[in-house]
Each structure stands twice: as C-alpha cells, then as structure tokens.
C-alpha cells in the first residue's frame, strides 16, 4: 500500500475539497499540525543556544528555582496531555488498519503532537530555571493556536453528528479542554509577573533555602518529573561509589523541615488547645494537635495511596483482556465498517480500542508506572511527615525537661529510664504509626475493591476464597501479637546475659588469679541456653508468620478453583483464571499488612497515652522570683527592706541567647556599692512534700566576699543553695536577688556533672575561649598533670562515651567550669568532697582566695573541712534544716563559745587526719595512676581498635580510585560463608533444598492451571480451545468428568506446595537458631580464656559490643533478611524463567534490563549502606543529650543555658533526620528505578507474548508472573544491602574468634603434682625475664630471690618499677621468657594454669565483688562449709555485718559490691583469700583505696591469721612494710636491694631509706 497523507482509498477522492475546505476531515487533520510545527520550529533554536550563559544572578542551586505560578498545576496538564496524545496515536492506528490504504493523516497529527508537548515542558523548565519569561510568549502562542485548530475540529465532528460514542470525538474534546487549561495558566503567570504588557515586571527572590548551598535535601524544590523520580538524588547515590559519604554531604535541612518550625507548628496547635478548653485539668490532645499540624499531609499521602491502589487494579484487567483476545480474531463485520465512515474515514467506539491487545498491552505499561509512581510518593510523603513529627515532638520533650520540677526528677517521678524511653521508644512508635497509617484506611477499599473484582469474575466460588483469606487473616494478628512478647521476653533474658558478662569482663584479672573463669562462664552460658529457648519460640512464630504468608494465597486459590469446578456451569477460562490469581496475589499483601498496622496502631494510642502524661507533669513554679527581676535600690538593698519594685520581664528572656556574653559585667565590678547579692526572708522551702525541708529562712549573701554554709551531713545545706536559685518549691517567704546578680551566677554541684564533649568544652561551657583565663583557672584546679595524661590533651572526649575519669578529676573539672564563667555570682557545693588533702589546699589557695577573690567575685561555698572557716568573710551554720547561726567567725566566736568550741575539736580532728593522710600515697597519685593504667597500652589499643576502622584508613590512603570502588561495592561473600557454616551444613542442605522444591511446585501449580484452563472439552487442538467453551451444559458428563479430572492433581500439588512453605520457614530460622548458638558460644570461650594481655590493649566497649549489638543482630535480624533475601530472589528468577518458556524472545530483552538492574543496585547498595551509617552514628549523640540535660538540670539552669542547649538539640534531631531522610529518599529512589524496570519487563513480555502468538493459557501465566516481578525486584537489591550491614556483625565476632588461647594445659600432668603443693611456701626466683607481649621490652629483667617458707615480704619501688609485674609472674598471667619461679620444688611455667591459681591466694588492689550471694563471693566453687566461710568473715572482721544482714551468708551482693563501702569490700577479698588456705599469699597494693582504719584491722589480720604462710606484700606505702623480714625493692625491672627492713635503712643512700625520707 502506498504512503499517503490523505490515503488514496478506492472511489473516493481525498484531496477534493467540493464541499468547502473545511468539510474536508484531512484538511481539518493537516491543520491541526501547524501549531506543533510552529513550537519545534522556534523552540529549537532557543533550546541549543546554550543556556549556560544564561545562568540567574543569584548564587543558588541553579536548576532547582521554581517560582512560575502554577507551576506544578502545568506539569500534571501537560503529563495528561501527554497521555491522551498517545491514546489518540493508538486509536488513530487502530482505526487506521481498517481502512484499504494508509492514511497517515489519522495518526501524524497526534505523534506530532506527543513532542511538541514533551518540547514545551522541557522549553518550559529550562526557561523558568534561568529566569527569562519574556521566552515564554512561544508557550503563549502554541497553546491559543493548538486551542483553535482543535475547536475547528471538534465543530466540524459536532456537525457531522458524531457523538460520545465515538472515541475519537472524545479525544477531540478532552484536547480543547487541557489547551484550554493551559492556555488560562499561562495567562496567570502573565497576571501575576507582569513580565510583558506590563510597564513593571515583578522582581522575584529566590527562597531563603535556596540561597543557602548548605542545604543538600532538594526534593521540595525540584520540579515534578524529579520529585517523582528522585532525579536530584543521582549525583549523591553515583558519587558515593567514589568517596564515602559524609555528614558534609548531605548538609542541612530546608527550614520547613526543621525541628524548630515543626516544632513551632506543633506546640502553636497544642496551646490552641489549651486555651480554647475550660477546664483547666483536662489535657490537650496530642492526636488532635498531631491532626491540626500535619493533617493535610496525611490526607495528600491517602489520596496518593487510593489513587495507587486503584491503578494497581488495571494489571489483573489488563491481564484478561489480552489473553481473552489473544484468540478471538480481530476481523470486524464489514456492515458494521461503512457505518462508521464519516469524513471517508473509519471512527471505532471505545470498547472496541480496549480489544486491540497491543494497546492493552500499552496501556498495563503505562498503569503500572503509574501505579507505582504514586504509590512511592505516597510513601514518601508519609515519611517525610512522620520525621517531622518525631523532630517536633524531640524539641517539645525536651523544652518540658527543661523547666522540670528538680523535685520531680529527685522524688523519682521521672525517671532518667523514662525520659529515654520517651526518647528513644515514644516519639519512634508515633513516627512509625505515621509512616503506616495511611494503611488503615487505603487497605479495607482495597481488600473490597479485589473482592467485588474477584466475583464479577468468578461468581460465587470467588467468595469462598475471599472468605478462606478473612478468615486466616485473625490468626495473623494472633502470631503477630506472639511475636512481639516472645520480643520482650527475649530482651529481659539478653539483658541479664550482658550484665553478668560486663561483671566478668570488668573482673577477669581477679577470674583468671584464682582460676574461676569457667564457673562464671558457665553462669553466663546458663542465661544464655534461657535466652536462646525463647529465640526458638521467637524464631518458631516468625516462621509461622511467614509460612502464613506464602501459604494463605495458595489455600485461597485452591479453594476457588475446585468449587469453581464443582459449581459454576461454564468451564474457566485462562482470562479470567489468571486475572483472578493476579487479584489474589494483589490481596495477600493488605491483609498480612494490615495486622502489623493494628498492632502499631495501639502502640501509638499507649505511647501518645505516656506523652501527654510526661507534658503535663509539674515544672517549676512559674509564679516565683523566676520571672521577676527584684531591683533593689541602693538605699533599699543596705536597709535590707523587701518593697522592691518588681518589674516582670518577658517569660521568654530566660531563652534570648544576648543573656550570654554581655561585656557590661565586667565593667560593674570596681564600683559596686550593693552590699547584699541574695538575700532570703522569712522562707520555708520543699522538694514537693508539703513538709518544708527548709524552715524559717533569713540570710544575706554580701557581695563581693566569701561567704561559707556549714553543718553536718544532711542538714540542708545543698538545698539552700538550690533554694536560693529556684530550684525548689516555696511555701512562703521571699528570695531577693540584686538586679544585675540573677543572670549571672556560676554553680559547681555536688554530684559533678559533665558533658559528652572534651575537657574544654566542659570549662568553657558556652563562653568565648580566653587562653590567658583558661590557664589560670587549670592550674587554680591542678588539672595540668590529669590533662598530660589524657591521649588528646585537652581535646579528648570525656562523659558518657569518652573515657571514664575519677570522682575527683570530674569534680575539679566542674570547678573550673564554675571559676571560668565570667560571672558576679559563684555557688560552689562541696568542691572538696572527692579531693585529697593537697588538691583541696591548693584550690582554696589558688582558686577560691586568689582567682574569685581577687575578681571581687560573690563565692558562696558549701564544705565540711572546717579548717578553711579562718578565711570566710562571712559564715552561715545550719542544722536540721535551718539556720543555726549567721556572721563573721568573730561574731560566732564571741556570740556562741559552745558551737565555736565543737568547731575547734572537729578541727583538731581533721588536722590529725591531715597528718596521716600526708604519709599515706595521696589519692591524687593514685587517681592518675588508674588513669595512666588505663592508657598504657594506648599504642596496642590503637592497633587493634577496630578492624574496620583500619580498612577504612587504608581506603583513604587508597589513591587508585577502582580498588576502593570494588571494595566498597562487593557483597561480603566470606562472611555470609562463615555464617552459613556456622549454622550446620545439614541445615544449609535442608534450606537450599526446600527452599527449590517450594518455588518449582508453586510454577508447577500455575502451569497444571494453565494446562486446565486451556484443556478442551472435545479433542480439538489446543490452538483454539474457546469455540465451544460457553455451549456445553451439564448434561455433557463426559466433559464435565474430564474437566474435573484435573481437579486431584491440582488438589495434591496445592498441599504439597503450602507443606514446603512451612518446611522452607522453619529451616530458614533454625538455621538462624544454629548459628546464632555457635558463634556466641565460640565468642565467649575465645574471650574468657584470652590472656590477660587482650583485656588490657582492647577497649572494654568493643568487647561488650559485640556481646550486646552485634550479637542481636546475629540472633534476630540475619535470619529473617536471609529468608527475605532468598525468598525475593527465587521468586524473580522463575518468573524470568516461566517468560522466558512462554516467550523465548523475551530473553533478547531481558540482556540490557539486567545491566540497567546490575547497576542500579551496586550503586544503591553502597550508598545505603554509608546513610544507613550516618543515620547510626547521629543517633546515638541526640539519646545521650537527653539523659544528660535531665541528669544536668540544676546546673543548666542555675548557669542560665537553656537556650544554648535547645540550639544543640535541635541541631542533634537535624543532623539525625537529615540522615533518615536522605535514606529513605535513597529507598524511595531504588524503589522507583526498579519498579520502572519491572513495569518494562511486563511490557516485553507482553508484546513478545502478541507477536509471537503464543498459546492463550501460557499467555496468561507468563503475565501473571512479570506482574509479581515488580513487587520483589527492590526487596532483592534492599535485602542485599541490609544483609551486607549485618554480615559486618559476623566480621566482627569473627575477628575476635581469632585470638590466641592461654596455653591451659601445661607440660607436667594433674596427676603428678602433689594434692597439698605448695606444702611449705618456699620460693626460688632464678635469672626471671618477663614481658606482656612477645612484640614488647621486657619489664623484669634477671631477678634472682630466694623467699623462705612462712616469710613475710615487701615487695616496693616507684610507681613502673615493675613490682605488679612481679606479682603477675607468680600466677604465670604473663610471658615468662626466660628463667623460672621453683615453688617448693616445681617450675611453675610446667604446671596446668588451673592447678597453679587454684593454689595461690591473692589480694588485689582494686576490690571486685560480683554481683550474687555473699557466699558466691568468697567461694564459688561451693566446695567449703559454712563453718570455714564465717571462721574466714570472724578473721577479717566481717562477721557481725554478716549476721545482721537479712540470710547472712546468702545476703544479696548489688553489682560491683555498690552496698557495701570500699573498705568492707577490701575486706571481703581478704576473707576470700583465707578461705583458701594457700600457703602463700600475695597483696598487691590492698591497702591502697582503704582508710586507715581498715587498714590497721588488715595489717593486724594478715599478722595473726597468715603466721605461718608466706606472704609477699607488694606495697605503695613504704611505712606499711618497714615490720618486713625481708624487702626487695625494685628500680626499672631490676632488683636493686633485698635485706631486711632495718639493714636497708642503716644504709643512709640505700634506695629503701630514700623512698622512706620522701613517702613514696
């Protein structure tokens, strides 16, 4: 046929133009290309002249600026008019196929058409991202012309009396409308920016965001295409191939996203609330304050969602429509054709397009790529509110912590545990229920939608499968419900696992010296076998769950189609068969959906329950002095009257961030003329109980002077500095501060409280870094010799997640926080407390008297040292709760001789104290001591830190771009190995086998189907099986019986397909039971027997994590991705497979779609991976800051920093959830490229199936399975890169499952050491060498000693002298490389480590007690009687405190031994050592963390009970071993001297007598 615009038909003359030109239908047609020639023809031109010096003069994110009104209203015009372009090229070539010859004018228009309207949108977007409107006049012109031509078109149908039943006159009619639409946005831009016709053109700034480079999250700038794409997110996702990415990455937050407007909207709502309700008790509601500040983004969610679900209706219709005309022949009566020529053309009505099954097939393309375009942005949205929501809440939260009642948080209301768990749980269950609410009300019209669809289908058997789904769909819940307490149950045991394991880690050098590692081992593994009983019963329902799953559409289908069988008349056919096994497959989701979305639903009504609880729980008292400045006139403030004039500030100057550095302070100083600061009258105060806990209060602070509160313990003094800052409740009575005083105080409390930040941080706190101030105040505080030994100076981390300092480093850097700020007012409570003598005389000296004073600061200072009244300006004596006495020490001494006098025999006590403490080593020492131990394998520690950190390093220094890039890209193939192995080769076996059975007897059933549908009743060729389909009755039996005869066959392979799916489930978790078992039993016996080297190089932390985390992840999370994982993936690969038998062709196809899915999902997955990273790393900071402002409350507020901490938490929530939504954004981004590819792979198959006219039945299932391939392509790539997160995990258990054992066994057998050895105690120390580390220097260096049995040693020398060494080599806990130590006759390097510890005693210097009994203390092996364990107590005085203690012997041991104080404790440790009546004992410095007085009982005791033993003293405290029968004393790992105490001290420069002259 020949080409030609017109068609040159038979008979008729299309070029003749009689009637008039415009009754010629293609005139009409040639016309209407005009306007779209016109477009391309100026739009061009425009387009290739290059834009690039056309860029706006704002510096912004430059294509991203969208301000033409209506904007987003144009893209969604010109997308419908897109998509009626192509159904008018669909039905221009339908209609074109009934005519004789090609009449290109039937279609050309509408092609042409399609791109001039893809060339306007693109002309469009490049114009408004340059910001040029004048451009947009072509627009103007095309849309007014293309208006005009199409109403020609439409007059001329109207008079040729076609009407809505043809299709194209509605085509015609939709066009007019959408140009006309169009026409009247353009209109409004011209209205609206005035830039032509208009003398003024409107001037536009871009939004603030915009401006800021900072932000990265652009999804609510870009235009609509990129929205729904996620276009803008290609650059971050391809570039994290290259380099890591950062938190620099990904920037900051649009301000609409902030937690501060989300919080600001949500707070707005909920005071609405409260002023709109009468009653003052009832609460506002946070569900409708929830409602009134995100309700329209929820609604915009659903619509998306309902719009989705119906969409996601037309695969299944679609399905049925191409296999039912696949057949059926196309040919159309020729009658039924003349009636249709108007114009000599032919017109089809719209049913008659719909049977084209290329066009359905077009058509199913198109559905699904919108169906899941909109489904992702439902989702999206839904997510994007939920984090704001949890942001608002965050700063909500945390604004009401702020102005807690502190008796609140002391009268223990409100817990620390509380405020996380609203933290951390609450806000996330609300967020989560936002995320899948739209569920609840999108799921039940989907499920009625399927129903309603599947009957008109199938009639009646349709409802009994519906009616199998509802039914089943309660037992669903039911496990889901299961699953959750099996959850908790799990947790509460794992939580008793992790203590008992820190407890051994904490004390395993004590285990391993008296050989008791296993049988704490075995404590461990004891809750862990409870642990991992309730992990059956979890890892049992989760298998159900997921065996319910796969099972339910089967039984469904079965059920319909056998009483289809039995019921209906007419046989099934391949349409409606897999129409309806699509429908199913479509239900299944919502209903097993539906159960999680209840069960979080309720969760979210308990949670909103706890918030709004928390939210209306009693802050401080607002009416107080808090809000009111009393300004104290001079004359006033010296007469000490109280008539103020009280003028109320703004409630919000406490947060104005100006309180802070206002320089007028300073200047104040030199003329202040007031001579009270604070002043209290008449007051009674309480924490909450209406019983004042202080009573009848009047004192005055003077200004500028030293004023001291003293009293006993408990007597109130703490709280009448709280008092004075408002702190707790008044009852009566006032509190005056000067006016300028009360925003300008300094606290140090009681309980020093620092921040997650470093040392500087902490003085600093806030204000401005002033070298010069900063020195002062360190060396006022002696805090230089700490900071040297910190492995970052100053700058090192400290607080909950740096490393632990002493009381008495917290506490002196509290101090100097005080003394740093630079205010008129210091309240210093009890800074003594954790300080030795030394330290406390140097920062009275230095700190208080020079630096305070001398700035002519207000100090007010609580202490019990009455040794430091003489310099107190003025004193304030308390007792029981009020003042006792007020003045100078003068007034004191001449007023009130009695308290002078008990002040002077306190004195005199202390003093003598002083003295002995001056003997003792001070604590001090000891302190940096500990903190020296702490980092003395620092270098070792560095090494070994983490494993991952150091691949990390090594890609950094990676300059060769690819290697890093297929390291970071490759799937951790060893690992999952490992893991596999570690659950059992038979359960590998078992899983890899069920899991193929399953997927072959699912594709089997779905064939037999296909076989069944297409059968035929008379043995006609299978080629066309439909001619007598609807003409047999019932009467035909011989049909009937071979129909059914189908029916056992697929009855059995139903059954044996939902037995393989509870088979596959369980071995999928048990596996994962397996596993988990092994790798943590091998974990704990590879760490408990490491030696004790391991513990000192690596981290306690590390260790613990992987106790804790990783281990959780490796018994709950793998099993369940591995089964997601394998699942998703099988089910893809046979649906290739099925297509690929129905339609070979399909496989020429599938090549560039598996290299288009290969990349996207490795770039995906390593992107993931590093947000999935930044969303962990910025977690947990925002957690901790909570507990620590609600841990911090008095002195944030009494130092005035509520706003700069609010800054920081917002700040925390911003960076935390621009990480969340970077990741889901990069979700959504997968999802959307891989359902794209899903819908083409349906497309394909789909036209293979129609050109290759295949059989109708396979037809049918190679569609229904391309269907099922969109919904698991992205749980594959998600699956992968979740599991590639976990296996990290199993690295790292893994790489502690390599370190070395201690050698147990020894080279002499159990058997031939004698059962009393060591009978005598006699040692022989010969030519000993000894070091921590085949790597390290040795630490002793050729010992020679010879100790006699029953010999009582001291060991001394300064501190890395080597005596602990010493002490260690005895016990064979270090690397004896040279020389030995003969106990009475045996090399102990040869015996069995069991053997040895088990028979030496040791005392350490740090005294452990586990958490337990009393008797677990002194003897776990419970081989003593009770008589031994009290004869051991009666010996180290502990036997009265014993008996009084509620079961005695079985007392309860809190952790750490926290109930009994340290030196009780020290002397528990003696009463172990005596329990085991070894001959030797050893003391390693056990005297050093003891008062004297428990140190005398323990030298009197070690005297007595040890006289016939030997007993090697290593001593800090020369004076404790000058009784000594012999002394060795130790320089650098050699032996200097050894003689007898009193030889050595008449030697006058022997070592011994110069460490005894200096105490050391």
Same mark, same amino acid.
């Given at each position: 046929m020949a080409l030609s615009f017109c068609g040159n038909d038979r008979g008729s003359n299309a070029y003749s133009v009689d009637k008039g030109v415009l009754d010629n239908g293609c005139f009409v047609d040639a016309l209407n290309l005009v306007p779209h020639v016109f477009l391309l023809f100026i739009t061009f031109p425009i387009l290739f002249i290059g834009w690039g010096s056309q860029s706006s003069k704002v510096q912004i994110h430059h294509n991203t600026w969208l301000h033409f009104p209506g904007h987003s209203l144009r893209w969604i015009l010109t997308f419908t008019l897109l998509f009626v372009h192509v159904c008018e090229i669909a039905e221009g070539i339908v209609s074109n196929t009934q005519m004789e010859s090609n009449h290109l004018h039937l279609f050309m228009p509408a092609l042409m058409g399609f791109i001039a309207a893809t060339t306007s949108v693109v002309y469009y977007h490049n114009i408004e991202t340059a910001n040029f409107p004048k451009l947009l006049l072509a627009l103007f012109i095309y849309w007014i012309l293309a208006f005009i031509t199409k109403m020609i078109k439409l007059w001329k149908?109207? *008079?040729?009396?076609?009407?809505?039943?043809?299709?194209? !006159?509605?085509?015609?009619?939709?066009?007019? @409308?959408?140009?006309?639409?169009?026409?009247?946005?353009?209109?409004?831009?011209?209205?609206?920016?005035?830039?032509?016709?208009?003398?003024?053109?409107?001037?536009?700034? #871009?939004?603030? /965001?915009?401006?800021?480079?900072?932000?990265?999250f652009l999804q609510p700038f870009v235009n609509l295409l990129s929205k729904s794409t996620y276009w803008w997110m290609n650059p971050l996702i391809i570039g994290a191939h290259k380099r890591p990415i950062e938190l620099k990455k990904i920037g900051k937050l649009p301000i609409a996203m902030r937690a501060l407007t989300n919080y600001m909207r949500l707070k707005d709502s909920y005071e609405e609330q409260r002023q709109k309700t009468e009653d003052p008790d009832k609460s506002p509601s946070i569900w409708k304050s929830m409602y009134r500040a995100f309700g329209g983004s929820i609604l915009l969610s659903s619509t998306l969602r309902y719009m989705a679900d119906l969409l996601g209706f037309a695969g299944p219709l679609c399905i049925s429509g191409i296999v039912e005309h696949l057949d059926s022949s196309t040919e159309i009566d020729r009658t039924n054709k003349t009636a249709n020529m108007t114009f000599g053309v032919y017109f089809m009505s719209s049913t008659e397009l719909l049977q084209n099954t290329s066009v359905l097939a077009v058509l199913l393309?198109?559905?699904?790529?919108?169906?899941?375009? !909109?489904?992702?942005?439902?989702?999206?949205?839904?997510?994007?509110?939920?984090?704001?929501?949890?942001?608002?809440?965050?700063?909500?939260?945390?604004?009401?912590?702020?102005?807690?009642?502190?008796?609140n948080m002391s009268m223990g209301e409100m817990t620390l545990s509380q405020i996380n768990n609203l933290v951390a749980i609450e806000t996330n269950q609300l967020m989560w229920f936002l995320f899948l609410c739209p569920n609840l009300w999108a799921m039940p019209v989907q499920i009625i939608m399927g129903v309603i669809l599947l009957y008109y289908l199938l009639g009646d058997s349709a409802l009994i499968g519906a009616g199998v789904i509802l039914l089943l769909a309660p037992v669903q819940y039911l496990i889901a419900t299961k699953l959750a307490d099996t959850q908790k149950s799990t947790l509460d045991y794992s939580t008793d696992r992790l203590k008992k394991t820190t407890e051994i880690l904490k004390g395993i050098k004590l285990l391993k010296l008296y050989a008791w590692e296993n049988i704490f081992c075995d404590r461990v593994e004891e809750t862990r076998g409870k642990e991992l009983t309730s992990l059956k019963t979890f890892a049992l329902y989760t298998s159900m769950s997921i065996f319910m799953n796969a099972a339910i559409p089967i039984a469904a289908v079965l059920a319909t189609f056998v009483t289809h069988a039995y019921i209906?008349?007419?046989? =099934?056919? #391949?349409?409606?068969?897999?129409?309806?096994?699509? =429908?199913?497959?479509?239900?299944?989701? #919502?209903? !097993?959906?539906?159960?999680?979305? @209840?069960?979080?639903?309720?969760?979210?009504?308990?949670?909103?329950?706890?918030?709004?609880?928390?939210?209306?729980?009693?802050?401080?008292?607002? /009416?107080?002095?808090?809000?009111?400045?009393?300004?104290?006139?001079?004359?006033?403030?010296?007469?000490?009257?109280?008539?103020?004039?009280?003028?109320?500030?703004?409630?919000?100057?406490?947060?104005?961030? *100006?309180?802070?550095?206002q320089p007028m302070r300073r200047q104040l100083r030199p003329t202040e003329t007031e001579d009270v600061a604070v002043q209290v009258n008449d007051g009674f105060f309480t924490w909450g109980s209406n019983l004042s806990t202080l009573s009848d209060i009047n004192i005055r602070i003077p200004t500028g002077q030293l004023t001291m509160i003293v009293g006993q313990v408990g007597c109130g003094k703490s709280s009448l500095l709280l008092a004075m800052l408002g702190e707790m409740q008044t009852i009566s009575g006032k509190v005056y501060w000067s006016n300028k005083n009360r925003y300008s105080v300094a606290y140090a409390a009681q309980k020093s409280w620092l921040l997650n930040a470093t040392v500087e941080e902490n003085i600093t706190f806030g204000s401005p870094f002033n070298k010069q101030r900063y020195k002062a105040v360190i060396d006022a505080c002696s805090l230089q010799p700490d900071i040297d030994l910190l492995p970052f100076g100053d700058q090192t981390e400290i607080g909950e997640r740096g490393i632990n300092l002493s009381g008495g480093q917290r506490q002196r850097i509290c101090v100097a926080r005080a003394l740093y700020q630079n205010t008129n007012i210091v309240f210093l409570d009890d800074p003594f407390s954790a300080l030795d003598i030394h330290l406390s005389d140097h920062l009275m000296q230095e700190g208080i008297l020079k630096f305070l004073q001398d700035d002519k600061r207000t100090v007010v200072l609580v202490t019990h040292k009455l040794q430091y009244l003489i310099h107190a300006d003025w004193i304030i004596a308390m007792k029981d709760g009020s003042v006792l006495r007020e003045g100078t020490l003068k007034d004191i001494q001449t007023h009130d001789v009695e308290l002078y006098e008990h002040w002077k025999t306190l004195m005199n006590r202390q003093d003598q104290e002083l003295e002995k403490e001056t003997e003792m080593e001070s604590q001090t020492t000891l302190e940096r001591k500990t903190l020296r131990r702490a980092f003395y394998s620092r270098e070792a520690k560095s090494q070994t830190d983490d494993e991952d950190e150091e691949e990390e390093v090594e890609e950094d220094d990676d300059d060769n771009m690819s290697t890093t890039t297929s390291r970071?890209?490759?799937?951790?193939?060893?690992?999952?190995?490992?893991?596999?192995?570690?659950?059992?080769?038979?359960?590998?076996?078992?899983?890899?086998?069920?899991?193929?059975?399953?997927?072959?007897?699912?594709v089997a059933i779905d064939y037999w189907l296909a076989a069944w549908t297409s059968s035929n009743p008379h043995n006609q060729s299978l080629a066309d099986p439909f001619i007598n389909a609807t003409n047999y009755t019932k009467n035909d039996d011989t049909q009937i019986a071979e129909h059914r005869s189908y029916v056992p066959v697929f009855i059995i392979l139903c059954g044996a397909a939902i037995a393989l799916c509870l088979i596959t489930s369980l071995t999928v978790e048990f596996l994962g039971v397996a596993a988990a078992t092994?790798?943590?039993?091998?974990?704990?016996?590879?760490?408990?027997?490491? #030696?004790?080297?391991?513990? *000192?190089?690596?981290?306690?932390?590390?260790?613990?994590?992987?106790?804790?985390?990783?281990?959780?992840?490796? *018994?709950?999370?793998?099993?369940?991705?591995?089964?997601s994982l394998t699942r998703s993936t099988l089910l893809c690969l046979s649906a290739i497979g099925v297509i690929a038998f129905v339609t070979p062709a399909f496989l020429i196809a599938l090549v560039p779609l598996m290299v288009a899915f290969y990349f996207i999902q490795k770039y995906f997955r390593v992107a993931s991976k590093d947000l999935q990273d930044l969303d962990d790393s910025t977690q947990l900071p925002l957690l901790c800051y909570f507990s620590e402002t609600a841990e911090g409350l008095t002195t944030i507020r009494a130092f005035r920093h509520e706003a700069r901490f609010k800054q920081r938490m917002l700040e925390l929530t911003d960076t935390n959830n621009t990480a969340y939504l970077f990741l889901s954004a990069a979700n959504r981004w997968l999802e959307v490229r891989t359902d794209y590819l899903g819908a083409v792979i349906v497309l394909t198959a789909a036209v293979a199936a129609i050109w290759t006219s295949s059989q109708s039945g396979l037809v049918g299932l190679g569609l229904t399975y391309a269907l099922t391939v969109t919904n698991y392509l992205n749980w594959v790539v998600r699956n992968l890169s979740d599991l590639e997160v976990q296996m990290a995990a199993v690295k790292k258990v893994n790489s502690f499952l390599s370190t070395e054992s201690e050698n147990y066994e020894g080279s002499m057998d159990v058997s031939q050491v004698p059962k009393d050895w060591p009978q005598h105690g006699e040692i022989k120390i010969q030519d000993l060498c000894v070091r921590y580390d085949t790597m390290l220097k040795p630490v002793l260096k050729h010992i020679n000693a010879y100790i006699n049995p029953g010999q009582k040693v001291g060991i001394c020398g300064r501190t890395g002298s080597g005596k602990s060494s010493l002490s260690l080599a005895f016990f064979n806990m270090v690397d004896v490389f040279e020389g030995k130590i003969v106990i009475d006759g045996i090399d102990i390097c040869k015996l069995p480590l069991q053997t040895l510890r088990s028979r030496l005693s040791i005392i350490l210097q740090d005294p452990v007690l586990f958490s337990g009994s009393i008797r677990l203390n002194l003897d776990p092996e419970c081989t003593c009687t009770d008589d031994r364990l009290w004869e051991a107590l009666e010996i180290a005085q502990l036997k009265n405190m014993v008996k009084a203690l509620p079961g005695g012997l079985d007392a309860v041991v809190t952790e750490g031994g926290e109930n009994f104080s340290v030196g009780q404790r020290q002397l528990f440790c003696l009463a172990r050592a005596f329990v085991r009546k070894s001959s030797i004992l050893i003391m390693d410095e056990a005297t050093a963390s003891i008062d004297m007085a428990t140190e005398n009982i323990l030298q009197k005791v070690v005297m007595t009970a040890f006289a016939d033993r030997t007993v090697v003293t290593i001593a800090h405290l020369v004076s404790s071993i000058l009784e000594a029968e012999q002394v060795l004393v130790f320089e650098s790992g050699t032996l200097v001297e050894s003689d007898s105490a009193p030889n050595l001290l008449a030697q006058e420069d022997s070592l011994f007598s110069i460490l005894v002259r200096t105490h050391k």
């Open positions: 149908f109207a *008079d040729a009396s076609l009407g809505v039943q043809h299709l194209r !006159f509605c085509i015609t009619a939709l066009l007019v @409308v959408l140009y006309g639409l169009l026409m009247a946005v353009e209109i409004n831009v011209i209205r609206v920016r005035k830039y032509v016709f208009f003398a003024n053109p409107q001037k536009v700034k #871009p939004a603030e /965001d915009l401006q800021d480079l900072g932000v990265r393309f198109l559905a699904l790529v919108l169906q899941r375009t !909109f489904l992702q942005a439902s989702y999206y949205v839904t997510i994007e509110t939920g984090i704001n929501l949890r942001g608002a809440l965050l700063a909500m939260i945390y604004n009401k912590i702020l102005r807690l009642s502190t008796s209906e008349e007419v046989r =099934l056919s #391949p349409a409606k068969a897999f129409a309806s096994l699509a =429908l199913f497959h479509i239900l299944v989701t #919502p209903l !097993f959906l539906l159960s999680t979305v @209840v069960r979080f639903a309720v969760k979210a009504l308990v949670s909103v329950q706890k918030l709004s609880e928390f939210l209306q729980s009693d802050e401080l008292g607002d /009416d107080s002095w808090r809000n009111t400045e009393m300004s104290m006139s001079l004359e006033v403030g010296k007469k000490y009257k109280h008539h103020g004039d009280t003028k109320t500030i703004n409630r919000k100057g406490r947060y104005r961030m *100006d309180n802070y550095e970071r890209s490759k799937i951790p193939w060893k690992m999952c190995c490992r893991y596999l192995s570690s659950g059992g080769f038979l359960m590998v076996f078992l899983m890899v086998l069920s899991k193929l059975a399953k997927h072959s007897v699912m092994n790798l943590h039993h091998n974990l704990l016996n590879k760490i408990i027997h490491a #030696p004790i080297r391991f513990f *000192d190089v690596t981290p306690l932390g590390q260790i613990l994590n992987r106790f804790s985390a990783d281990t959780n992840i490796i *018994d709950q999370h793998i099993p369940q991705t591995l089964e």
